[in-house]
Nanobody, 121 residues
Framework: QLQLVESGGGLVQPGGSLRLSCLVS????????IGWFRQAPGKEREDILC????????VYADSVKGRFTISRDSAKNTVYLQLNNLKPEDTGVYYC??????????????WGQGTQVTVSL
């Protein structure tokens, strides 16, 4: 079965950067679109970015435009989320998820356990 494991979260000061990783196992990465999501306490899960099997990206959250970048390394079966110029409101649990599709169509069947990102002084 398909498994996804996030890593790279932690505590960072405002203006800092982190790179989150989503390691996919069980199946090759290339056939699947992968999305990144986040959820702050008491708030709904927010769609952030998605990357298709061809490498094209879709931005869902206006608040991260120009600051976050999604990429994939097929040789390592890994999708990355680069977080730059972090703000306190970026704090939350970050998840990656996979669709049974090459394209970012919004139906995610497999989810990782999440990694905590805390932006604070």
């Amino acid at each position: 079965q398909l498994q996804l494991v996030e890593s790279g979260g932690g505590l960072v000061q405002p203006g800092g950067s982190l790179r989150l990783s989503c390691l996919v196992s069980g199946f090759p990465l290339d056939p699947y679109a992968i999305g990144w999501f986040r959820q702050a306490p008491g708030k709904e899960r927010e769609d952030i970015l998605c990357i298709s099997s061809t490498g094209g990206s879709t931005v869902y959250a206006d608040s991260v435009k120009g600051r976050f970048t999604i990429s994939r390394d097929s040789a390592k079966n890994t999708v990355y989320l680069q977080l730059n110029n972090l703000k306190p409101e970026d704090t939350g649990v970050y998840y990656c998820a996979s669709e049974d599709s090459r394209w970012c169509v919004g139906e995610y069947d497999y989810w990782g356990q999440g990694t905590q990102v805390t932006v604070s002084l």
